[in-house]
T-cell receptor, first 114, second 114 residues
Framework: EAGVVQSPRYKIIEKKQPVAFWCNPISGHNTLYWYLQNLGQGPELLIRYENEEAVDDSQLPKDRFSAERLKGVDSTLKIQPAELGDSAVYLC????????????FGPGTRLTVL | AQSVTQLGSHVSVSEGALVLLRCNYSSSVPPYLFWYVQYPNQGLQLLLKYTSAATLVKGINGFEAEFKKSETSFHLTKPSAHMSDAAEYFCAVGTGAGSYQLTFGKGTKLSVIP
């Protein structure tokens, strides 16, 4: 079974530029999460989707961040414009829901904003 | 609200020695508790989880953790460290029935000395 796929793995951009991250969850997983992981910190939830609906986006900075999950499968997280402080690892995770709701994480996208 | 405190951002042990990584949690509801491991440039992998069944939980790679409600702790142990155990370990508390909304600690980096 393929795991959670994320691309790109690494991205370097200059500040004020836009950037997008893509995530393909494990097949059949209805719940998808985007996390932000700063250096030396644990992941922090940005947004959670149940199918195509964003059910928890309270931690997503909506002035510059946006996300979508069209058709309830893969998802894109966008930052526009990027700031220096956005340099971090962006992790995607998915789970099947129900009582056995383990989250499976992708390898992440490491963003560097210069 | 829930929170997780991991004591010690960096722990070093000799190969073959006991591994003890400490985690204390705060939760307003009965918690679900998790330990994840993260190897360099990889996503998080679930080691073990406590979901109100047995208080002593066995996980992968010889790790186990004991839930102690009176101490609000969920410390991770392994009797004998191996070089391959060198990684960063994250404790997390989950809430939200069926969704396991995770709050992570800041992580403990484990070094194993040959």
């Amino acid at each position: 079974e393929a795991g959670v796929v994320q691309s790109p793995r690494y991205k370097i951009i200059e500040k004020k530029q836009p950037v997008a991250f893509w995530c393909n969850p494990i097949s059949g997983h209805n719940t998808l999460y985007w996390y932000l992981q700063n250096l030396g910190q644990g992941p922090e939830l940005l947004i959670r989707y149940e199918n195509e609906e964003a059910v928890d986006d309270s931690q997503l900075p909506k002035d510059r961040f946006s996300a979508e999950r069209l058709k309830g499968v893969d998802s894109t997280l966008k930052i526009q414009p990027a700031e220096l402080g956005d340099s971090a690892v962006y992790l995607c995770a998915s789970s099947s829901g129900g009582s056995r709701n383990e989250q499976f994480f992708g390898p992440g996208t490491r963003l560097t904003v210069l | 609200a829930q929170s997780v405190t991991q004591l010690g951002s960096h722990v070093s042990v000799s190969e073959g020695a006991l591994v003890l990584l400490r985690c204390n949690y705060s939760s307003s509801v009965p918690p679900y508790l998790f330990w994840y491991v993260q190897y360099p440039n990889q996503g998080l992998q679930l080691l073990l989880k406590y979901t109100s069944a047995a208080t002593l939980v066995k996980g992968i790679n010889g790790f186990e953790a004991e839930f102690k409600k009176s101490e609000t702790s969920f410390h991770l142990t392994k009797p004998s460290a191996h070089m391959s155990d060198a990684a960063e370990y994250f404790c997390a508390v989950g809430t939200g029935a069926g969704s396991y909304q995770l709050t992570f600690g800041k992580g403990t980096k484990l070094s194993v000395i040959p």
